[in-house]
């Protein structure tokens, strides 16, 4: 991972193989942004009007290289694109510093060290540029093979950047300090939820996903505990072992918990994480199952998020709910038809099987009811219905309290993270009755991603507050990388869980 360091040198005398500067979108034309004051007077103050020349706006998402004049040290000057300039009186948001250095670390891939003098007014700046270092500069290399030192030197140029000094930050202040820290732990999570995300279904699938919580739990003392099939079956858990029974990698449900001994608050996260979806008995269609690895991107999300509250010991704590399970059709598979009996007694009749997750959640909530938490928040690739209504940039926001949906669609967006508040209209219930169950797994098709809303609502425990983030959208992202993006899974909903915890841990959310 991409090494953050602060350092309080000139942009101009600091050692570095490339500097990165900011460049913002003016009215007459790109601007120099605050930060590369010593770069732009090594260019005799001309440096906007070289860019211009070269094509540069300012504009979010470009990336200008050109050498370096003989006043700096680093051979190379990278330019990037920070967005429209800020009043007078504003600063650039955070999101488009994050932006902004993820752009420069995806253009410096195999760089050893670059300054990043991009604006900084504050440790929240910092934050930023760290975390969008770190982002930008993921990749995920690990089934890519070297057959020789053409390879391997070929390799070396796809590294990502070993190194990213922020210039403009105060090495000794604790609050600088504190927001590096803070971006390294969260960043590294948000790549760990990345890489178990493209990890292929071969390689990871129920029983190997519980490994991997297993292991991490191990290295940074968290409680861990793990139902396979057997104890799934004699515990009533029909939702997850009818979802899995069609497959020969059978389910789990992964409890993975970090407690702190003054918390006063304990949320729980639930994750989906259907290793594979196949769509069993109700088979996808052709071109609908290449990436769907993805769809335990809410498992990987609420892990991730759980590891992350671990190494920035809040005070508050976490339980993290993996229901794990691979969709498959075979002889054993539930059918279109089925009843299920879930963990909650609830019977269910199951009309689609491609409306799994539903189904691996609804027992996880329930099991996290029972511990009777302040709060449980859901994450899942559920509907394709909320890709159609918010792109694939937007995770929808559902709850069974106003506030508490606000607070997390207000806290997304303070991380970064696309999202929007959706209803759960009422009337939406009645159409999943089932003339021969409590309730039927799918329901009317239009507004599909609030009837699956509504469905899970049905399994959370009396009184607890919940909210259910979908995340089909941007999960995985299968155009050309922006910003901090790759290409792949993007650890969607990972900033979000833990600023949550940061706020409760605060006391922020009541």
């Known amino acids: 991972m991409t090494a953050l360091t602060l350092s309080t040198s000139s942009a101009a005398t600091l050692r570095a193989d490339a500097v990165v500067v900011g460049v913002a979108k003016g009215p007459k034309g790109p601007v120099v942004a605050p930060g590369a004051e010593a770069v732009d007077q090594a260019f005799d103050g001309k440096l906007a009007a070289v860019l211009e020349t070269l094509g540069a706006s300012g504009g979010e998402g470009e990336a200008t290289k050109l050498p370096a004049p003989s006043g700096l040290k680093a051979p190379v000057v990278l330019a990037v694109g920070l967005g429209e300039l800020p009043a007078k009186d504003e600063s650039f948001a955070e999101e488009a510093l994050r932006r902004a250095a993820g752009t420069a670390a995806r253009a410096l891939a195999g760089v050893k060290k670059a300054a990043f003098a991009l604006p900084v007014e504050d440790a929240e700046s910092v934050a930023a540029i760290g975390e969008g270092a770190i982002l930008g500069a993921y990749s995920f290399t690990s089934y890519r093979g070297s057959d020789g030192k053409k390879e391997a030197a070929k390799a070396d140029r796809n590294a990502p950047l070993a190194e990213a000094a922020i210039l403009g930050g105060k090495p000794r202040d604790k609050a600088f300090k504190a927001a590096v820290e803070r ?53 009533g858990y029909g939702g997850i072992m009818g979802v899995g029974q069609g497959s020969a990698n059978p389910p789990r449900l992964v409890r993975i918990g970090y407690t702190h001994p003054k918390a006063e608050k304990t949320l729980a996260l639930v994750g989906k994480g259907i290793t594979y979806d196949s769509g069993g008995i109700s088979l996808k269609p052709a071109g609908h199952n290449e990436t769907m690895k993805c769809d335990m991107s809410g498992a990987a999300a609420v892990f991730a998020a759980v590891v992350a509250v671990a190494k920035l010991g809040l005070r508050v704590n976490v339980t993290g709910w993996l229901a794990l399970a691979e969709n498959m059709p075979s002889g054993t598979a539930t059918r279109p038809g089925d009843v299920l009996k879930m963990y909650s007694g609830k019977t269910v009749e199951v009309l689609n099987t491609d409306a799994e997750g539903r189904l691996v959640l609804a027992d996880a909530l329930t099991r996290a009811s029972e511990e009777n938490p302040d709060a449980i928040v859901d994450v899942a690739t559920l509907t394709g219905a909320m890709v159609l209504a918010l792109g694939e940039r937007t995770f929808g926001v559902m709850a069974n309290d106003d506030a508490f949906r606000a607070a997390i669609h207000e806290i997304a967006e303070e991380v970064g993270e696309q999202a929007w508040p959706m209803p759960l209209p009422a009337e939406l219930r009645k159409s999943m009755d089932s003339s021969i169950a409590d309730m039927a797994n799918m329901g009317d098709r239009m507004g599909g991603g609030l009837v699956a809303g509504l469905f899970l609502k049905e399994f959370v425990g009396e009184g607890i507050t919940w909210a259910h983030l979908d995340i089909a959208g941007p999960a995985f992202w299968e155009k050309a990388p922006y910003g901090y993006t790759p290409k792949g899974g993007t650890g969607s909903a990972v900033r979000t869980l833990v600023r949550l915890a940061e706020r409760t841990a605060d006391g922020d959310l009541g």
């Open 183 to 235: 971006a390294a732990a969260v960043a590294g999570e948000v790549n760990r939820a990345r890489d178990l995300i493209n990890i292929p279904s071969n390689d990871l699938f129920p029983k190997s996903f519980a490994t991997e919580a297993q292991t991490a739990a191990k290295e940074h003392g968290l409680k861990v505990e793990v139902l396979d099939e057997k104890a799934l079956l004699k515990g």
